[in-house]
Nanobody, 119 residues
Framework: QVQLAESGGGLVQAGGSLRLSCAAS????????MGWYRQAPGKQRELVAT???????DYADSVKGRFTISRDNAKNTVYLQMNSLKPEETAVYYC?????????????WGQGTQVTVSS
């Protein structure tokens, strides 16, 4: 079993910052990728940022230069530092974890944390 515990969401004014955390626990050997997606009301879930076990990062174009993904390997925790937030980034942010098991990737999701950016 794999558990992902997210925290750090909340209400912030436009231009403000938040840091999201996602702690993984359980059977979590062979982590391939950890990252964040978000889903705004009435929209599809979209990629925000990912970080591979080899420390490669990928960001949505809309967040480049403002968001930073990082990881504490000792704590099996991934972070998303979000700066200069915009109202249109109000969404539920979901952490994901991809594990490599028997040659296949298995994806796990957190429960989501609400981020609300007021104008």
């Amino acid at each position: 079993q794999v558990q992902l515990a997210e925290s750090g969401g909340g209400l912030v004014q436009a231009g403000g910052s938040l840091r999201l955390s996602c702690a993984a626990s359980g059977s979590i050997s062979s982590i391939a990728v950890m990252g964040w997606y978000r889903q705004a009301p009435g929209k599809q879930r979209e990629l925000v940022a990912t970080l591979t076990s080899g420390s490669s990062t990928d960001y949505a174009d809309s967040v480049k230069g403002r968001f930073t993904i990082s990881r504490d390997n000792a704590k099996n925790t991934v972070y998303l530092q979000m700066n200069s937030l915009k109202p249109e980034e109000t969404a539920v942010y979901y952490c994901h974890l991809d594990l490599l098991m028997r040659g296949l990737l298995h994806r796990y999701w957190g429960q989501g944390t609400q981020v609300t950016v007021s104008s």
